[in-house]
């Protein structure tokens, strides 16, 4: 099969590079150069001109905070865009699947998010995510919205390289520690994609949740991080209100993902275990 895939450097994006023909997919990826998410009329027309059996957006404007700074930037990127290639897509009768995010929802309580509960986005990023979902599914044709959460990878801006950043010059780090949610492995999204594309279209549509087990808060997920690195940093806990930032996080990420398993059969993936390949990765690159 042959997909065209928007993104090519982010993290997904570069997974679904090195991971198609383990999958036995031909990526045509398109880079900023061959299709400008803010030009949502180029994005429609690379759709237009693809043979491509099968379309994935994995690129986004993620920077969470800037967004607050730069609303319209992010809603083209992120809503209008999208929903101009879904509508493309539709109209050549292709599979659209589309990268979202938890960040859809304002973070309340402790229980895992269900793709049917209501959604109240606390930012601008979180917005325009939620109006690229809708517009998406507007648009008519077969789809599949996947969330997830706390991406990384061995490439790209992440939590992960953060914290090791962080560990060359510190002894002690203080991480947030009352936002739950699932770290995922930009690996795991990028097979998990590609299952799909190669599943779909069939009755199976809409929104599923992805997200890596088990659900940790970041000062936990900094631990296991220095764990296996073996560095002899110490976490120190701390409440949200004590790092303050420009767009508010959801303090509940958890996300349900029983719907994904029942239609695809696709479990959520060993965050630790992925944890582990990316640093073996990053080890690799500096040895």
Request: aromatic share 8%.
């Amino acid at each position: 099969m042959k997909a065209l895939v928007f993104g090519y450097s982010g993290q997904v994006a570069t997974e679904l590079r090195r991971r198609a023909q383990n999958h036995e997919f031909t990526l045509q990826t398109l880079d900023r150069a061959m299709a400008d998410l803010s030009d949502p009329a180029q994005c429609a027309e690379a759709i237009r001109r693809t043979d491509a059996d099968v379309i994935i957006n994995a690129a986004a404007y993620t920077a969470v905070d800037k967004a607050e700074d730069e609303p319209e930037l992010a809603q083209t990127v992120n809503a209008e865009s999208p929903g101009a290639m879904a509508r493309a897509a539709a109209e050549r009768g292709l599979p659209f699947l589309h990268v979202s995010t938890d960040y859809v929802f304002n973070g309340s309580g402790m229980t895992p998010w269900e793709t049917e509960d209501s959604t109240a986005p606390l930012g601008v990023y979180g917005k325009t995510k939620l109006d690229g979902e809708h517009q998406v599914a507007q648009a008519g044709g077969w789809h599949a919205v996947l969330r997830t959460s706390w991406v990384f990878s061995a490439h790209g801006k992440n939590f992960v390289k953060t914290i090791l950043r962080l560990a060359e010059t510190r002894d002690r780090l203080t991480i947030v520690a009352d936002q739950i949610g699932g770290p995922t492995p930009a690996a795991d999204i990028a097979d998990t994609l590609l299952l799909m594309a190669k599943a779909g279209p069939n009755d199976e549509y809409g929104l599923f949740h992805y997200s890596g087990a088990p659900d940790v808060s970041w000062a936990d997920f900094a631990r296991e991080i220095i764990a296996q690195s073996g560095l002899a940093v110490q976490i120190e806990d701390i409440p949200t209100t004590d790092y303050p930032t420009p767009a508010p996080r959801p303090l509940n990420s958890r996300l349900n993902c029983d719907r994904l398993n029942t239609a695809f059969g696709l479990s959520r993936p060993d965050w630790k275990a992925g944890l582990n390949n990316v640093l073996r990765e990053l080890n690799s690159a500096t040895g």
